[in-house]
């Protein structure tokens, strides 16, 4: 295995100083009873900044909008008792060293993967879960303000409750990334288009509100994606002009970090124009807008994450692609999920060369917060 120091230098961007490269990817629990986080979410968390993760991100946490949620035990960011369960969390992490920021989302339209429905309607840009496939009311004007709003107010929350950084998710086929895909964005007013510029108005909307919330100085982070849960082939840009189209006016409206989901990392994102070892996602990205990003993507384990959802477990797999594309500058921050779900000290035996110690992933630590 390659030496794995490139991914322990520092990293500083405005407010927000970082010890390594490594963050913890938002992963979906559904362990906060009625929305609230406890004593088991903060320790939780805490472990694994005992266990020397950079920068946590934490799961999905919904603003303040009906039905804003899709399945049920996922977190809320809104209300006095969920926020002061998440000040314990972040209070939790600082003690430990670490560094975290909550994952602010809105999930539209899409459908729960365990058949639980919420009390109000479903909400989209067009009344869609997919291209053709409809499910729950059309936003009108008043919901997409409102729902700036209600992302602007968590955004203020989480500085106010002592986070160091929020990511926003517009990535997977939630709210914000239907508003980008052409398929589920028919409107014909100014939050729709035939461009992907035109379509990301919204998110350009929702991001200069939280910038203005929270100060010029407070880093922001943006979560985006090609694929969607609802289509795992779907691609918002094709081309690095579409791509150049659709990210530069977010980086402009205040996004300071964009964190660009693969599945797998490893793959490059344009192959056609520089090869099959070309540039990834997040590679392309800051090629492209000038600013730092983050990879994800089955990052130190030998399966992506869809085989999760079915019981299939996953060894550990080399580092050495991952060092190699750091060490040129690809990208900035590598976020690592599953296998920080099942072994809370990844980090560490990384970082003091104990890679035989690493325990892969196992579904079973899905069933609970270890």
Known sequence: MSKTDILFQPFKLKTLELPNRIVMAPMTRSKAPDGIPGAANAQYYRKRAEGGVGLILSEGTVINRPSSRNEPGIPFFHGAAALKGWKAVVDAVHEAGGKMGPQLWHTGS???????EPENPVESPSGLLAPNEPRGNTMTDADIA???????????????AGFDTFEIHG??????????????????????GKTIRERATFAREVVS???????????????????????FAARLAT?????????????????DIVHCSQRR????????LDGENGLNFAGWVKKLTGAPTISVGSVGLSSDFI???SGETSQNA????????????????????????????????????????????DPATLGELV
């Not at 990392?265 to 056609?272: A, G, N, Q, R, V």
């Open 110 to 116: 899409t459908r729960s993967f365990t058949g639980w």
């Open 265 to 272: 990392f490893w793959e490059p994102e344009f192959p056609e």
């Open 171 to 192: 990535a997977h086929g939630y709210l914000i990334d239907q508003f980008f895909w052409s398929g589920t964005n028919l409107r014909t007013d100014r939050f729709g």
């Open 307 to 309: 085989g999760a959802f």
């Open 239 to 255: 081309t690095p002009d579409e791509m150049t189209d659709w990210l530069g006016p977010l980086v402009d409206a205040g996004v």
């Open 209 to 231: 509100a939280m910038r203005a919330a929270v100060g010029p100085v407070f880093p922001i982070i943006l979560r985006v994606s090609q694929w969607k849960q609802q289509d």
């Open 318 to 361: 080399s580092l050495d692609a991952l060092v190699d594309r750091m060490e040129r500058g690809e990208f900035d921050l590598i976020a690592v999920g599953r296998a920080l779900i099942t072994d809370a000290a990844w980090t560490a035996k990384v970082r003091d060369n104990q890679t035989d110690a690493l325990l892969g992933f």
């Open 146 to 160: 409102d729902t700036i709003a209600a992302f602007a107010q968590a955004a203020l929350d989480a500085k106010n």
